[in-house]
Structure formats: C-alpha cells, structure tokens
C-alpha cells in the first residue's frame, strides 16, 4: 500500500510540477479540467448512476469547463460569482454536516448530481483563475490546504480528546478531533505570518494570497485565513459524509493507493472560490 502510495505520488508530481511552472497557464489549466472531469464522474457514480451516466456526466464538466476558457473567464474579475459561490459552500456545507450522513438520502438527486457539477466546475474556474493570476498565488492556496491537513494530523495525534473530550464529527469522520481542527488553524496562522515575512524580505512579482489579505489589515488577514481553513475541513467533511452514504471508503481507485480524484481535492472545492472571492473584495 505504502509502495501504491509512493509511485503515484511521484507519478503524479512529475505531471502537475511542469504544468504548474510552465511559462503560460495553459498546460495547469488543461491539467486541472481533466482532474475536475474525472471527479465528475466519481461524483456520478457517489450519487446511483451508471457507468454511461457518469462517464456523461465527466463529458458535461469538460463542456461546461472548456465554455468557460473559451469565454475568457479565467482572465475576468468575477466578483459576484465567488460571492454567490463562496456563501453558496458555506450554507450548503453547514446545512449537510447539520443533516449528518442520514439527510443526503433526502435531497432529490437531481439537486445533488447538479450541485456536485456546479462545485467542480467552480474549482476549476477559481484554480484557471488563480493560476492566471500566478505560481505564486495559486501555491499559497494549495499550501493553506496542505497545512492545514497537516497540522490537523499531527496535533490530532498528540492532542486530540484531550481537552475537548469529544470528537469534530464522529458520525462523519470518526478520525477528526477538535483539537486537530485547531491545531490547523494554528499552523496555518504560522505559515501565514511565514510566508508574508519572506515575501516583504524577497518581493515576489505576484503577491500571495497572505500578502493580499494582510493589504486590508490583520481584521481581515486572521478572519478570512480562518474561514478558508474551516472551510478546507468542511470540504473534506461533505465528501466523507457523501461516501459514508453510498457505502464506499473511497471516491474511486483512480489514484492506487490515494482513492479518487474527489479524495484529493475534496478540501480545495470551498478553498479556491473563497479565496478568489476575499482577493476580489480587497481589490474593488
């Protein structure tokens, strides 16, 4: 399993790595449409469709994705999209972790296949659009993610039930405490004052998503950071307590050893449009 592990990480790094740092966006933005179609059809298959139905499904996300690019909204301000985006993740993902793994049974299908398309085809937009805006912007993004997940792990492992006694979700992700939760936001916090430091000491030729929130003070820079780091659990949480409903440990095995694509990205979906959403707000 560790070996699985290992070469599909490698695999997978030696993909993304020269996309990501390529001289144009293009090759990353391309990547990223076939990552969000292929967990299109995860999310068919999640949610009692077919083998047709959810490969249709992953045709749609590339249709939908590739109207999008050719539009030019990649490169577009978009503010009242990310805000509808933004609020539309954080009442909907309160909603569902309120309704617990017993409530997804009770939304029409047709709502979920339809909110779960919407929500990739989002991300994809909010990571074309971060990657327009720069390396630099869209790493400090994926980072927050990664450290939050991180931090989480390693103060779960040591804290976790200690001062809390309860866990975050149990009936979810029975693995989760709050003092993981917490612990993610601490490293995040610590990463972030990092990262801004480095980049007052070395300035970058596009400014990260730390950077631009510390534009509009500290009241923003801790709350927004916060928010996303929140959000990045809750994402993680909505994809857990879809997969506990249909009864599988993993969104596919596309990835030996990682699970699906859905289970790689799960935290990103709220994360990206949220950050392009307070970016916006600072700028206008």
């Given at each position: 399993?560790?070996?699985?592990?290992?070469?599909?990480?490698?695999?997978?790094?030696?993909?993304?790595?020269?996309?990501?740092?390529?001289?144009?966006?293009?090759?990353?933005?391309?990547?990223?449409?076939?990552?969000?179609?292929?967990?299109?059809?995860?999310?068919?298959?999640?949610?009692?469709?077919?083998?047709?139905?959810?490969?249709?499904?992953?045709?749609?996300?590339?249709?939908?994705?590739?109207?999008?690019?050719?539009?030019?909204?990649?490169?577009?301000?978009?503010?009242?999209?990310?805000?509808?985006?933004?609020?539309a993740w954080v009442l909907g993902a309160c909603a569902l972790l309120r309704a617990g793994v017993a409530g997804w049974p009770r939304v029409p299908r047709g709502l979920?296949?339809?909110?779960?398309?919407?929500?990739?085809?989002?991300?994809?937009?909010?990571?074309?659009?971060?990657?327009?805006?720069?390396?630099?912007?869209?790493?400090?993004?994926?980072?927050l993610v990664w450290a939050a997940d991180i931090f989480a792990y390693f103060a779960g492992r040591a804290f976790g039930l200690r001062f809390t006694r309860r866990k975050?979700?149990?009936?979810?992700?029975?693995?989760?405490?709050?003092?993981?939760?917490?612990?993610?936001?601490?490293?995040?916090?610590?990463?972030?004052?990092?990262?801004i430091a480095a980049e007052r000491a070395w300035p970058p030729e596009v400014p990260s998503l730390y950077t631009r929130l510390a534009h509009g003070g500290w009241w923003?820079?801790?709350?927004?950071?916060?928010?996303?780091?929140?959000?990045?659990?809750?994402?993680?949480?909505?994809?857990?307590?879809?997969?506990?409903?249909?009864?599988?440990?993993?969104?596919?095995?596309?990835?030996?050893?990682?699970?699906?694509?859905?289970?790689?990205?799960?935290?990103?979906?709220?994360?990206?449009?949220?950050?392009?959403?307070?970016?916006?707000?600072?700028?206008?």
């Open positions: 399993m560790l070996k699985q592990r290992v070469i599909t990480a490698l695999v997978l790094l030696a993909i993304v790595l020269p996309a990501l740092f390529y001289r144009t966006p293009e090759p990353f933005i391309a990547l990223a449409l076939v990552l969000m179609a292929a967990g299109a059809w995860e999310w068919g298959r999640l949610n009692g469709l077919g083998s047709g139905a959810s490969l249709g499904l992953g045709l749609v996300c590339v249709a939908l994705c590739a109207w999008a690019w050719r539009a030019g909204l990649p490169a577009r301000a978009l503010p009242l999209l990310w805000l509808a985006g933004g609020a979920r296949i339809g909110a779960g398309l919407a929500a990739l085809w989002l991300a994809w937009l909010a990571v074309a659009q971060a990657r327009v805006l720069g390396v630099n912007f869209l790493l400090s993004v994926l980072a975050l979700a149990p009936a979810i992700s029975p693995g989760k405490s709050w003092e993981g939760a917490w612990g993610g936001m601490l490293g995040v916090l610590v990463l972030a004052a990092v990262w923003l820079l801790l709350p927004g950071v916060l928010l996303m780091v929140a959000m990045s659990v809750a994402g993680d949480l909505v994809e857990s307590l879809v997969k506990r409903s249909a009864g599988v440990k993993d969104s596919s095995a596309l990835l030996p050893g990682h699970g699906g694509v859905l289970d790689r990205v799960d935290a990103l979906l709220p994360t990206l449009p949220l950050a392009l959403m307070l970016c916006q707000w600072i700028a206008a």
